[in-house]
C-alpha cells in the first residue's frame, strides 16, 4: 500500500511521519524517520519484504526500524529533506538503487 510512495521518498530524499504499531510496546507509536530501504531483513529469519526507517526520535540507541508491511498504521509523506550523511555511516548495499552520491 505505501510501497511506491516510500520508495519515491528515498530517491527525493524526503522525510515520513511514521505510525506503527510497536512489538515492544504494545501500541502505535509515530515518529519522525527517513526512509532508508524496502526488502527483506538481513538479520531476521523471516525474508519477507519491510520498510527499513531511520528514525530520528528513537528512544534507543540503535535507530534503525526495520518493520514489516502489517506494523504499519499510516506514513505520511512530508518535503521536509533529508541527508544520508545524518545516518549513514556503514558500507551498504541498497535493495532500492538510489542516486545518494557517496552513500549510494
Known sequence: MY??????????KTKIRLTFASKEDG????????PMDFGPSR??????DRFHLW????????????????QIV????????FEPSEFVTW??????DRNWG???
Open 27 to 34: 501500541r502505535n507509536l509515530t515518529r519522525l524517520c527517513a
Open 55 to 70: 528514525d530520528y526520535e528513537s528512544d534507543e540507541k540503535n535507530h534503525t526500524l526495520s518493520l514489516l508491511p502489517n
Open 91 to 96: 558500507n551498504t548495499s541498497w535493495f532500492i
Open 3 to 12: 510501497e511506491e510512495n516510500f520508495i519515491q521518498a528515498i530517491h527525493n
Open 74 to 81: 499510516d506514513m505520511e509523506f512530508l518535503t521536509d529533506n
Open 102 to 104: 557517496q552513500y549510494s
Open 43 to 48: 538479520r531476521a529469519h523471516n525474508k519477507d
